[in-house]
């Protein structure tokens, strides 16, 4: 009998093993990933256990179970090319991606830290007579928080319709939160994917990282900077400070931003709280600046920013100018970029000297390395952290918004990106870039070959984590 059950059960451990060394062949889409897992996988327990936890990727299936907010609509005709031929062939790449054609603006503007970017927003939000809509990944409890609530509350007191949308995991990591004094200023706001014991929700994944600020329909922010002091470079004994980027936008592409914060309010809120949209803007087809919101995340809309990329990375003639906090890229946009600069295409990486995430930090060190040995150039940019996320190619396009360049941002968060067709705009951001090659230093190979082997084993060690770093 003894024998028996020891047969079935050696049969059943090493079935396991086959079942899962299966699904991994047919599932990953990486040659070397799918080996390295049906070999761990001929491991007896261990290998299907590991599997199981780590190596299903069950984000986009998870994303469907959780995101499932009311469709909202916009019938009001998109323009597919514009007049200007500048825009040619670059907004073809979106479009074939996101199926969306260009909807036009009638001013953008940029803001450089908090300073500029916090008064702008509440001298706005102090102007507003209908509706506030505010969208952010932190909203912490610090003099830039107090002032926002107090702005917040004044607008609610005199008939505006506030409403406010923060990351659940993010109002937990990031204290001092402002969930407290928000409640407390009987402001409306809600958690998108909030952690909970029961019923049991405790993802760290599938994160809202958008930052949208809506304003009676009119105007609206987009960017990278959170409702934080972080962002303010001039406030004394801030030793965390960021310099960042944020935009002011008006015209169609104010309605874009507003359904895209409405439709995750309606996630938020289920059917408690649901929410239509009615557009406030027409589609100008004289426009000078031409736009397209490009929302991604591990649902629907999954790879959607990586693809746009990849494509105009392709197309690119003259320029590909990066600056990312983060730069762990696919591989596919690294070969993108090799093949621009054999066309002899000014290719430019600008990344922080030094990360505020250590494991990142590590991990992109090793990946450097690969970047280096292809060539690509990269530029240091000194302290304070540089959190902006800005892309320029060629003379023309832009992109902008809330993704860093990372497998975390790109596949497991809910982002967004602003495309923008401008030659004035274009203009703007490479004067911010220059401004920013000026203070940065090139890296050179040697920098990181001549690491200690303690300190190359531990950025190996953390680059194996980075897909979700």
């Known amino acids: 009998m003894n024998q028996i059950l020891n047969l079935l059960l050696a049969i059943l451990i090493e079935g396991t093993s086959v079942y899962f060394a299966i699904h991994a062949l047919l599932s990953k889409r990486d040659s070397k990933s799918a080996l390295a897992w049906v070999v761990f996988c001929m491991i007896p327990i261990i290998g299907p256990i590991t599997y199981l936890v780590f190596g299903i990727n069950r984000f986009k299936d998870k994303a469907k179970e959780t995101y499932h907010p009311t469709k909202l609509h916009d019938d009001t005709p998109c323009i597919d090319n514009p007049n200007a031929s500048s825009s040619h062939p670059y907004c073809l790449i979106g479009q074939s991606v996101t199926k969306k054609g260009l909807h036009s603006c009638d001013e ?3 803001l450089e830290n908090g300073e500029a970017c916090f008064d702008a927003m509440l001298d706005d939000i102090g102007k507003a007579t209908d509706r506030i809509f505010l969208s952010t990944y932190i909203f912490q409890k610090d003099y830039t928080g107090e002032k926002f609530i ?8 005199r008939g505006v319709d506030v409403r406010i949308i923060i990351d659940g995991l993010a109002s937990i990591v990031y204290p001092p939160s402002a969930l407290r004094k928000l409640r407390k200023s009987g402001l409306r706001f809600e958690l998108f994917n ?18 949208i600020l809506v304003v009676d329909g009119k105007l609206a922010y987009t960017g990278g900077q ?9 406030l004394p004994h801030n030793p965390k400070c960021a310099r960042d980027l944020h935009f002011r936008l008006t015209g169609k592409i104010v309605d874009d931003l507003e359904r895209a914060f409405l439709t995750d309010w309606n996630h938020c809120t289920i059917e408690d709280d649901q929410v239509h949209f009615t557009p406030s803007n027409q589609n100008q087809s004289e426009s000078d600046v031409w736009t397209r919101l490009i929302l991604d995340g591990p649902s629907e809309n999954l790879d959607q920013l990586n693809e746009v990329l990849n494509g105009i990375v392709a197309v690119a003639q003259k320029r590909v100018w990066i600056m990312t906090p983060y730069f762990l890229p696919f591989p596919e946009l690294v070969g993108a970029l090799q093949s621009a600069l054999h066309r002899g295409v000014d290719v430019k990486i600008f990344l922080p000297e030094r990360t505020n995430i250590h494991l990142a930090h590590y991990a992109a060190q090793h990946n450097l390395k690969q970047i280096l040995a292809k060539n690509l150039p990269v530029y240091l940019q000194p302290a304070p952290f540089v959190h902006t996320k800005a892309i320029l190619i060629d003379h023309t396009y832009s992109l902008i918004g809330s993704a860093n360049l990372d497998p975390r941002s790109l596949r497991l968060n809910f982002e967004l990106g602003v495309e ?10 490479e004067s911010y870039f220059k401004q920013q090659l000026a203070e940065s230093t090139q890296l050179v190979e040697r920098e990181l070959t001549n690491m200690s082997f303690p300190i190359r084993l531990r950025n190996a060690a953390a680059w194996l984590f980075s897909p979700y770093l």
């Not at 107090?150 to 007191?157: C, G, M, R």
């Not at 405790?202 to 990282?209: D, G």
């Not at 959170?226 to 001039?234: E, F, G, L, T, V």
């Not at 923008?420 to 951001?429: K, P, R």
């Open 108 to 110: 953008i503007q940029l």
């Open 150 to 157: 107090q702005s917040l509350t004044a607008a609610k007191e």
């Open 194 to 211: 909030p952690l909970r014991f029961f019923p049991p929700s405790l993802h760290i994944n599938m994160r809202n990282h958008r930052k």
């Open 226 to 234: 959170n409702i934080s002091d972080r962002h303010r470079i001039d």
């Open 420 to 429: 923008v067709f401008s030659i004035e705009f274009a203009a703007q951001l």
